[in-house]
């Protein structure tokens, strides 16, 4: 669904908002200087900081990593750091000490993150990151909205629709597409338009997001969060007692397969981004793409249960996609986003 369209969701529409706004800035910034963000004399120190970020990259999504040993260096580098703060806010709600953490305690995450955009980091792995957003044109708005995702998951745990689950995975995960993008770069010879490739970078998070939630359903239940839209349980006569229940019935089985084509139809959006990208980014990104969507596959290979059995992507499959996402990557005739009028 085209997201200033009016039959687009409120959340849409309000995401959308953050999109046009990325995009102006993308535009009128390019790839000047912020800000000096580190004195040089801390060089050895901040390149430590970043082989620590790819340090942990490697040891908390071992994925992830590969897609960025695609990459360029430089490149690399930057989605390392990104991905630690990402990593890092996630884990204040989701990691051992989630118990603890209350909205002080996020606002203090956030007052940090206002600080390492200014140029003054708490601590090295900030320090990357605040080296990184001042040699990429990388706007705060979506970090602080990553922050607005967890102070909400501080608070619910049910979802009335599909709008409000939209609004979520925007927080959590769309953020992460429009973090991506200006790292990524778009092609100097791409006619579309920047927020378009914006918008498919916001599809690929939603994507994998609801991917994430499809695939989480019983460790989700098991922490007492129902991720999946209410009114859309009912529609198949399904309930929250039925999830507690963690039995497959045929009811489950439709009630999926409508999940699945949703969260598909956002991956088919980010396709059309992947070849705007600049063409050292589109190997990376298709492998990505590739890896997490084929997770959809995978539940359906488990005939939706997702209660008990985690669906996963094996080691080969894995490898395999490699080549074939390359291949995707350097061919030409694959559909193009339109350019802007
Ligand atoms: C190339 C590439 C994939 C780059 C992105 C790397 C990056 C910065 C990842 C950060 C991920 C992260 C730690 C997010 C925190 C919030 C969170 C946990 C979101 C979910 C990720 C999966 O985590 P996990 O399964 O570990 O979660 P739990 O264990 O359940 O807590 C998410 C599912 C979100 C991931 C979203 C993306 C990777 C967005 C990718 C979009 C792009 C790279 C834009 C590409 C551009 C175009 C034009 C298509
Ligand atoms: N290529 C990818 N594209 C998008 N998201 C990914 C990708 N790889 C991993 N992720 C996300 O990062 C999370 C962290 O990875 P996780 O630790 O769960 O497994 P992994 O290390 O990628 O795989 P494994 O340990 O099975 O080799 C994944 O659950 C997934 O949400
Ligand atoms: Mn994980």
């Known amino acids: 669904m085209i997201a200033d369209s009016p039959a687009a969701l409120p959340s849409q529409q309000k995401v959308y908002d953050v999109v046009l706004k990325q995009a102006a800035l993308v ?14 004399t801390n060089r050895d120190l901040l390149e430590e900081a970043y082989t620590r970020c790819g340090e942990i990259c490697a040891e908390y999504a071992k994925t992830f990593y590969l ?40 606002d203090r995450w956030e007052q940090r993150l206002e600080d390492l955009f200014v140029g003054r980091p708490f601590d090295m792995l900030d320090g990357a990151l605040a080296d990184t957003v001042s040699k990429y044109p990388v706007d705060i708005q979506p970090f602080r909205d990553m922050i607005e995702g967890m102070r ?26 429009l973090m991506s993008v200006p790292v990524m770069g778009i092609a100097p010879e791409s006619n579309a338009s920047v927020e378009s490739v914006y918008n498919a ?3 690929l998070g939603i994507a994998n997001q609801l991917t ?20 859309e349980l009912a529609k198949f006569g399904l309930s929250d007692e039925d999830i507690f229940a ?8 439709a009630f999926m397969k409508d999940q699945i084509t949703r969260a598909r139809m956002f991956f088919k959006e980010a396709e059309l981004g992947v070849m705007e990208l600049d063409k050292d980014s589109r190997w990376p990104v298709w492998a990505s793409l590739l890896l997490y969507q084929q997770i959809l596959d995978s539940i359906e290979a488990n005939d939706y249960d997702n209660f008990k059995r985690r669906a996963y992507v094996g ?14 990557a350097i061919s030409p005739d694959v559909s193009r986003l339109v350019p802007m009028s």
């Open 246 to 253: 963690g039995k497959v019935t045929n009811k489950w089985r």
């Open 152 to 177: 909400l998951d501080l608070v619910k745990s049910r979802y009335k629709n599909f709008d409000e689950l939209y609004l979520y995975c925007y927080y959590v995960a769309g953020t992460v597409g």
């Open 201 to 203: 970078g916001l599809a």
């Open 67 to 106: 897609g960025t040993l695609l990459m360029t260096p430089e490149r690399r580098k930057a989605i390392w750091a990104i991905y630690v703060w990402c990593r890092r806010t996630d884990e204040l709600v989701d990691g051992p000490n989630a118990a603890h953490i209350t909205p002080t305690a996020l």
């Open 315 to 328: 080691k080969w499959k894995k490898l395999v996609s490699l080549p074939s996402a390359y291949v995707r």
């Open 27 to 40: 535009e009128k910034l390019g790839k000047l200087e912020k800000f000096p963000a580190i004195p040089v």
């Open 212 to 231: 994430n939630i499809l695939r989480d359903v019983g460790e989700d239940a098991g922490r007492g969060r129902v991720y999946l839209p209410q009114d």
